[in-house]
């Protein structure tokens, strides 16, 4: 059995208000977890953070982190995740090659003064860091593929196999155009038949009008690469900041409606403490234990 548990589920920024509070507010980081490997992190946004008080403090944190992209977004975490401030943690960090520099001289350029107080080496933790290869590569206990997504910048998405069970992540997506089908080959590939499907939904069909070139796409694109990837549950993500609970809630009655037409046997919307128990070959959907399916998250707990 393997699960998945989100820590940060909006795109852009970080937001905290009440209007937002029940599905959260902080930036991308979602968790895999199982008995057979290591914690695999999808990407390291302020929920990061999160996750780290989560972790005990009697032994060394280890672990691998696979990051879609360096838009501060999904980066802004790294200095804040506590067990880095251990001796002996050590966190592997995978990312797509860089146009100019190499990723670790791109993440150590920014986690240094003057825009961070401390740099990666004043961290008592170590932090390795790996230029994802494109295709299929391994971690101990787990099957990795990487796969170029559309997006401003290089920006990778991953499926994760583990314990029978496939996810795929495509946190940041664009859209070809409105009312566009056509999805990306190498994202159909790597989407393909998956029991889960993580992916952007950050705006709706007017946002995305007056912003098609941002590097998002809309929540019904999200179900579109979903059905004709045959994925069997999708799960909407990257919520736009601007995007309060209840019209979160409205995207995902729409967003249900249109997967029950084209065949996608789930829709849920991604919020802060929700966890997905995942057994090959169903999938159970909880919330820190409490048993539900196709319901609307409930307020999150344990972050």
């Known amino acids: 059995m393997a699960e998945i548990?989100?820590?940060?589920?909006?795109?852009?920024?970080?937001?905290?208000?009440?209007?937002?509070?029940?599905y959260g507010g902080n930036t991308s980081c979602v968790v895999v977890t199982s008995e057979d490997h290591d914690p695999v992190v999808l990407d390291l946004g302020t929920g990061l953070r999160f996750y780290g008080l989560d972790q005990p403090f009697d032994q060394p944190f280890r672990g691998t982190a696979l990051l879609t992209h360096l838009h501060w977004d999904h980066v802004q975490g790294i200095p804040f995740f506590s067990p880095l401030l251990v001796e002996g943690a050590s966190l592997d960090v995978y990312g797509p090659p860089q146009e100019v520099e190499s990723l670790e001289d791109s993440i150590r350029r920014f986690i240094k003064p003057p825009y961070f107080p401390v740099s990666v080496d004043e961290l008592p933790g170590e932090i390795n860091f790996h230029e994802a290869p494109i295709g299929s590569f391994e971690v101990p206990g787990v099957q990795i593929e990487a796969a170029w997504v559309p997006h401003v910048g290089p920006t990778?998405?991953?499926?994760?196999?583990?314990?029978?069970?496939?996810?795929?992540?495509?946190s940041d997506h664009q859209q070809p155009a409105p009312a566009s089908t056509d999805v990306?080959?190498?994202v159909l590939d790597l989407c393909a038949e998956v029991d889960v499907l993580i992916h952007d939904a950050q705006f709706d069909d007017l946002e995305f009008s007056m912003r098609s070139d941002w590097g998002h796409c809309t929540v019904d694109y999200a179900v579109e690469v979903a059905a004709q990837a045959g994925a069997r549950t999708l799960v909407l993500f990257h919520h736009d900041p601007a995007?309060?609970?209840?019209?979160?809630?409205?995207?995902?009655?729409?967003?249900?409606?249109?997967?029950?037409?084209?065949?996608?046997?789930?829709?849920?919307?991604?919020?802060?403490?929700?966890?997905?128990?995942?057994?090959?070959?169903?999938?159970?959907?909880?919330?820190?234990?409490?048993?539900?399916?196709?319901?609307a998250p409930q307020a999150a707990t344990g972050t």
């Open 5 to 22: 548990t989100f820590y940060g589920v909006r795109g852009s920024t970080p937001c905290a208000c009440d209007s937002v509070a029940r």
């Open 184 to 186: 990306d080959e190498a």
């Open 243 to 295: 995007h309060t609970d209840l019209r979160i809630d409205e995207l995902l009655v729409g967003a249900r409606r249109l997967g029950d037409s084209r065949g996608v046997e789930q829709v849920i919307a991604a919020s802060e403490g929700l966890t997905l128990k995942l057994e090959a070959p169903s999938v159970a959907d909880s919330t820190r234990g409490l048993g539900r399916r196709r319901s």
């Open 156 to 170: 990778l998405g991953y499926r994760i196999t583990t314990g029978g069970v496939s996810i795929a992540y495509v």
